[in-house]
Nanobody
Framework: QVQLVESGGGLVQAGGSLRLSCAASGSIFSINAMGWYRQAPGKQRELVAAITSGGSTNYADSVKGRFTISRDNAKNTVYLQMNSLKPEDTAVYYC???????????????WGQGTQVTVSS
């Protein structure tokens, strides 16, 4: 089993910044992609940003230029630096990691419990 523990959410005014962290632990041999998703009330969960083990990144158009995803492979941790926050960024943010429990085992998707980000206008 893999546990993903998120931290760093909270309430911030529009234009402000927050940094989310997500640490993975448990039965981990390797982690491929890690990412952040978000879900606003009444909306579907959407990809915010993702990063491969090699450092290649992908962002939703709505956050390009404002958010930066990074990871520390030695710590099995992924970060999301969020700048110039807007009220429409308000959502529950979920960490995701694709990991394998041992060599040559199939990978599985793992999710954190979510952390609330609220941006006031």
């Amino acid at each position: 089993q893999v546990q993903l523990v998120e931290s760093g959410g909270g309430l911030v005014q529009a234009g402000g910044s927050l940094r989310l962290s997500c640490a993975a632990s448990g039965s981990i041999f390797s982690i491929n992609a890690m990412g952040w998703y978000r879900q606003a009330p009444g909306k579907q969960r959407e990809l915010v940003a993702a990063i491969t083990s090699g450092g290649s990144t992908n962002y939703a158009d709505s956050v390009k230029g404002r958010f930066t995803i990074s990871r520390d492979n030695a710590k099995n941790t992924v970060y999301l630096q969020m700048n110039s926050l807007k009220p429409e960024d308000t959502a529950v943010y979920y960490c995701n990691a694709e990991s394998a429990p041992r060599l040559r085992a199939p990978t599985g998707q793992n999710w954190g419990q979510g952390t609330q980000v609220t941006v006031s206008s």
